[in-house]
């Protein structure tokens, strides 16, 4: 998966953000490379690979081309599971039930 980040703080935000849905998910990654100048950050789930990078990085690497033969996937398209679990009934709504 590769996504590009606008700013240092964006890729930043991005890895934060990725590492946190899918840890709640039980998704590990191995140690990020990269986190610390989020110039260009490499998350490895194993099966999935995730590359958060800024536009001048996307640019230089040309990691498009690299994996141009791979399936594209229109992210808005995939359901993503909630932040939060839903918060449990409490016991009166649980009766009136």
Same mark, same amino acid.
């Given at each position: 998966? +590769?996504?590009?980040? &606008? ?5 930043? @935000?991005?890895?934060?953000? #990725? ?11 191995? /140690?990020?490379?990269? @986190? !610390? ?6 998350? !490895?789930?194993? &099966?999935?690979? +995730? ?5 001048? @990085?996307?640019?230089?690497?040309? #990691?498009?081309?690299?994996?141009? !033969?791979?399936?594209? #996937? !229109?992210?808005? *398209?995939? *359901?993503?599971?909630?932040? &939060?679990? @839903?918060?449990? *009934?409490?016991?009166? /709504?649980? #009766?009136?039930?």
């Amino acid at each position: 998966m +590769v996504v590009t980040g &606008t700013s240092r703080p964006h890729v930043k @935000a991005i890895h934060q953000e #990725l590492h946190v849905r899918l840890k709640k998910m039980g998704e590990l990654h191995g /140690e990020p490379e990269g @986190a !610390d100048m989020a110039w260009w950050v490499v998350l !490895d789930y194993g &099966t999935v690979v +995730v590359h958060a990078l800024q536009p001048e @990085a996307r640019e230089y690497y040309d #990691l498009d081309r690299l994996y141009s !033969d791979c399936p594209e #996937l !229109d992210w808005r *398209e995939v *359901e993503l599971p909630p932040l &939060t679990p @839903a918060a449990p *009934e409490s016991d009166a /709504e649980a #009766l009136e039930a």
